[in-house]
């Protein structure tokens, strides 16, 4: 199993970014996605998931209005729309995937970072 994730870069507060994960070796469509993300001396925290489907997805409070998780299962790939970026939002965000009946995600990305300027 492999899960890719790229989009990651440098931006001004109030900017965009989009980032993506595409999964391998695994049936995408059995799976809940998650993004979480890890600031330097803080521990990794979930940032949004999506179930299998696409048709149910939850947020930490800190991004709910700005952040949007999507999904499309033909592509195999998660993605994140990252909008009105916070300095507070820096950190490497990982991708990770959930069998859709299992507590605990099995399978991760290498990460992204995200840098939010000031």
């Known amino acids: 199993v492999q899960l890719q994730a790229s989009g990651g870069g440098w931006v001004q507060a109030g900017g965009s970014l989009r980032l993506s994960c595409v999964a391998s070796?695994?049936?995408?469509?059995?799976?809940?996605m998650g993004w979480f993300r890890q600031a330097p001396g803080r521990e990794r925290e979930l940032v949004a998931a999506?179930?299998?489907?696409?048709?149910?997805?939850n947020y930490q409070d800190s991004v709910k209005g700005r952040f949007t998780i999507s999904r499309d299962n033909a592509k195999n790939t998660v993605y994140l729309q990252m909008n009105s970026l916070e300095p507070e939002d820096t950190a490497v965000y990982f991708c990770?995937?959930?069998?859709?009946?299992?507590?605990?995600?099995?399978?991760w990305g290498q990460g992204t970072q995200v840098t939010v300027s000031s």
């Open positions: 990770a995937a959930r069998f859709f009946s299992s507590a605990e995600y099995a399978y």
């Open positions: 070796g695994l049936t995408f469509s059995s799976y809940t």
């Open positions: 999506i179930n299998w489907s696409g048709a149910h997805s």
